[in-house]
């Protein structure tokens, strides 16, 4: 795309998801050609993800945010993480209190493995 940013053909009829803000499902794996031994390389990883301005603190520029939906027992900074969108959950939103944020995230959470673990 002229940004550099998005490819609508890679994004399998989701559109320019780039330009939507929410919460999306989808999976994650890690491809770094650079191996560690506490990570799984090559395996799909349910996930759950937003694209925005995260209103609830003011961000002034737009970010995505995966987060994986799989305990680890190290963090994994500096890796290479592929996304794959598979869905839309809900449009991005506001929040007058952070136990509403939290709230929504956990569902966001929750659904997000209803659809995509069996």
């Known amino acids: 795309a002229e940004d550099g940013i998005r490819d609508f053909c890679l994004s399998r009829g989701l559109g320019d998801v780039y330009k939507r803000q929410g919460v999306y499902y989808g999976h994650a794996e890690f491809v770094s050609s650079e191996r560690r031994d506490d990570l799984t390389y090559d ?23 995966a987060h994986i939906i799989q305990p680890f027992t190290a963090d994994f900074y500096d890796e290479i993480l592929r996304v794959e969108i598979e869905g839309f959950i809900r449009c991005e939103a506001d929040f007058k209190h952070f136990d509403h944020l939290i709230k929504f ?12 673990i069996d």
């Open 105 to 116: 995230i956990h569902n966001d959470v929750q659904l997000s493995k209803d659809l995509l």
């Open 43 to 65: 395996t799909k990883i349910p996930m759950v993800m937003s694209i925005g301005y995260n209103p609830y603190f003011n961000n002034k520029f737009k970010s995505v945010e």
